[in-house]
């Protein structure tokens, strides 16, 4: 009961967030809502897609990464998922589709086994369009999902639990489903409403796999966006309201199901149930890895190769030079993003250690409430609607610098991670003790941030600004929704080299735009940093 | 001279000091001795400048007949040791005690020197016993050349024979350096100057 009415009044603080910044927004919601009607039978077929699918995704993601962890957890294994986190999701979405269209990796590998002249996945059907949206998207949100998932098992008391279920005669899939399960979901609130929001506003999935295809609202508001905004408001204040909707009956009908789990379990349905959950996580993990090594291979091959014909499984030559045309085209664009990613991860670190300082000397716990909930909002409210809001209302402001803005939205994402992690850190005793010695030694703030802060705390900074930098450099809608598109990153260009390039020179971008989530993986490495 | 007056402390409905009042002048070690919980610590904070939020606090602090109430703690003419003080624990001795100094005319190694604890210039601070890390902290405040020096508790946890020793040192460097020294405890064994003794 105590979950049903945490998780109502969650959605019911972010539908009334949605609707405030709708309503600071939209001068014109009264003739609103009278387009509501009209424009629900226009887009009928993309509200039932954009909701199949993504309900799809998120039950698809909790149920593999219950598995996943629970196999993870019970075998004390470390996990390399954590190396998977940084993947540009445009990276991954070009490397799922080279892989499984038509003339993809998999293709190339069945029709050389069984010498079919038809390719076994017909690509360009609807039907096969969902299922790799749905596989695409719910395995790239899976290594987010699974570290998370195991610090919750880590929380929950399992030998204890797991003794007395034994003790109760419990078969150990009984055990997983009807009493770790019911435990884990309960603390998964947060990471899924943040799957489930970003389910709902990505761009980059429903652009690449799917551009012939019934678009997906997001795909739609996007558009809605680009072509209307300077003489229609009201069709993407409906469709913001329609995927605010989508939204929150995706949330009420993946907590009906767990409902209905719950009460399957607690009147002993899978009593005489006995699967092996340990070994079907173990294959899903494979599986997992699998899609992602795969993506890389393929993206690898491609970027290094001249041309790749129909059904050859090697390409007919090998070069750099597909690396070097993206490198002489886009090295301003590339070491904006870089110098852009930097200075907004710093400046985010600034800002969080200078609001700590100040938490210090506060008496109210006011401004810290109000900061938890505006970070968590940030999280969960889906970005291209929190984005149009945003965009809206700095239009009505008296700021006319439109890289302000562009800057502003790129570093209000980096916000909640700063946060959250520098929190754990500088809400300690021993911070306050050393913050307490500053004063008390009379040092200034710079020297106390050089000297004893950043040596201190040096670790935890570095990963921060490198967690920082890279959420900056993998932002995507902003530049599609700013001013005249002007200010882009390079993750945006990898896009339009899509769209525009040979899958060579394509591939090339999205394994340039790896970079980043190589430095990571290698501070990672280095500093042996463990989940 | 550091003139306290009428100072009010209370936790809650609590009231943990009524109508405190003291003055002390250059070159006095006054002890103030109470049992543990009385809100002595509390009390040198508050001197100190740093409220904490669930106390409530009222009177007035003068340094050099100057009232101090609404300065902050960089602002006060206070140093404090703090009970189980730390000394920053990624820098060496030498590094700490160099790392605060704003005295032109004190050197922290001829300090160090002076007091015989050279050999522990380059030692990081988990390295050294309980008795050298008291004197290093010492040093430490005596390196920010305030007036007033504030002790919490500055010999716990040292060992009989080490805290005389200790004892010695700091009354001996903190009449050398003409300081006004205000320090807290509950252990008789601790005080100072038996002549200057206020129980709470």
């Known amino acids: 009961m105590k979950t049903l009415i945490n998780s109502i009044l969650i959605l019911i603080i972010v539908t009334i967030l949605c609707v405030i910044l709708n309503f600071i927004s939209k001068i014109f919601f009264i003739e609103t809502l009278f387009e509501i009607p009209n424009l629900f039978y226009q887009y009928k077929n993309s509200i039932k897609l954009t909701f199949i699918l993504n309900t799809s995704v998120i039950l698809l993601t909790i149920i593999l990464g219950f598995l996943i962890s629970i196999y993870f957890f019970v075998n004390k294994k470390d996990t390399i998922l954590k190396y998977f986190i940084p993947y540009p999701h445009i990276s991954f ?113 429903s652009f690449i796999l799917g551009t012939q295809f019934p678009e997906l609202l997001n795909q739609e508001l996007v558009n809605i966006w680009k072509n209307e905004f300077h003489y229609n408001t009201h069709n993407y204040n409906v469709l913001s309201l329609f995927i605010t909707i989508c939204f929150i009956f995706t949330y009420l009908f993946i907590y009906l199901i767990f409902q209905i789990n719950r009460y399957l379990s607690i009147h002993n349905v899978y009593r005489k149930l006995n699967i092996n959950l340990i070994l ?25 190769s001249t041309n790749w014909f129909f059904p050859n499984i090697i390409p007919s030559g090998f070069t750099i030079n597909n690396f ?57 409210i889906p970005q291209n609607i929190f984005l149009i809001n945003l965009n809206i209302i700095f239009n009505y402001l008296p700021i006319d610098s439109e890289l302000f803005f562009y800057l502003f939205s790129l570093i209000i994402f980096i916000f909640p991670y700063t946060y959250f992690m520098l929190k754990e850190k500088f809400s300690s005793e021993l911070y306050k003790s050393l913050y307490l010695q500053k004063e008390n030694l009379k040092l200034s703030n710079y020297k106390f941030l050089r000297n004893i802060i950043y040596p201190i705390y040096k670790d935890t900074i570095i990963f921060i600004t490198l967690i920082g930098f890279s959420v900056c450099y993998y932002q995507f809608l902003q530049s599609i929704f700013i001013g005249s598109g002007n200010q882009r990153l ?42 | 001279m550091l003139k306290c007056k009428n100072i009010n402390i209370s936790l809650k409905t609590k009231k943990l ?37 669930d106390f409530s606090y009222n009177g007035d602090i003068y340094v050099n007949e100057t009232k101090i109430n609404r300065r902050s703690i960089t602002e006060r003419d206070i140093s404090m040791i703090f009970q189980n003080d730390l000394l920053f624990p990624h820098m060496t001795i030498i590094q700490n005690l160099n790392f605060v100094n704003k005295s032109s005319n004190l050197k922290a190694i001829d300090l160090l020197k002076e007091n015989k604890l050279d050999h522990i210039a380059n030692s990081m601070p988990d390295k050294i016993s309980g008795g050298e890390k008291s004197r290093v ?3 430490r405040v005596l390196l920010l050349e305030t007036s007033v020096i504030l002790l919490d508790e500055p010999f716990n946890g040292i060992d009989t ?40």
Not at chain 1, 346 to 375: A, C, D, H, M, R
Not at chain 2, 41 to 49: D, E, F, H, Q
């Open chain 1, 324 to 380: 070097l045309e993206i490198f002489d085209n886009n090295l301003n664009l590339i070491i904006n993003s870089i110098i852009i990613s930097i200075f907004l991860s710093i400046l985010s670190i600034i800002i969080f250690l200078s609001y700590f300082q100040l938490k210090i000397k506060l008496t109210s716990n006011y401004l810290e409430y109000v900061l938890f909930i505006s970070v968590l909002l940030i999280l969960i």
């Open chain 1, 93 to 205: 979405a070009i490397g799922i589709l080279f892989f499984f269209s038509t003339s993809g990796l998999l293709n190339r590998f069945l029709n050389f086994y069984n010498k079919s002249e038809i390719p076994l996945i017909d690509y360009m059907s609807n039907n096969e369009y969902s299922i790799l949206y749905i596989i695409s998207l719910t395995m790239r949100e899976l290594p987010f999902f699974i570290l998370v998932s195991i610090m919750i098992l880590n929380k929950i008391n399992f030998l204890f639990l797991q003794k007395h279920s034994e003790n109760l005669k419990l078969k150990k899939f009984n055990f997983y489903l009807s009493v770790i399960f019911p435990l884990w979901i309960k603390r998964m609130l947060l990471p899924i409403l943040i799957i489930i929001s970003f389910s709902y506003s990505n761009y980059e999935y």
């Open chain 2, 137 to 139: 902290l010492l040093i």
């Open chain 2, 17 to 53: 000091i009524s109508n405190f009042n003291i003055s002390i002048y250059h070159n006095e070690i006054w002890t103030l001795m109470a049992p543990s919980g009385s809100g002595k610590s509390t009390l040198l904070k508050y001197i100190l400048g740093n409220k904490e939020s």
């Open chain 1, 490 to 531: 390079f993750n945006n260009e990898v896009m339009v080299l899509f769209s525009g390039e040979s899958a060579q020179l394509s591939s090339a971008a999205a394994i340039i735009n790896l970079l980043p989530c190589l430095v990571l993986f290698k501070y990672f490495k280095f500093n042996n940093v463990k989940v």
């Open chain 2, 161 to 200: 024979e080490t805290k005389f020793k200790t004892k010695d040192f700091f009354n001996k460097n903190l009449l050398k350096f003409n300081k006004i020294t205000l320090m807290v405890t509950h252990n008789k064994d601790d005080v100072i100057d038996n002549k200057k003794i206020l129980n709470l």
């Open chain 1, 280 to 304: 079907i996580g173990k294959y899903l993990y494979l599986f997992l890895i699998f899609i992602f090594v795969s993506n890389f291979i393929v993206l690898l091959i491609n970027s290094l």
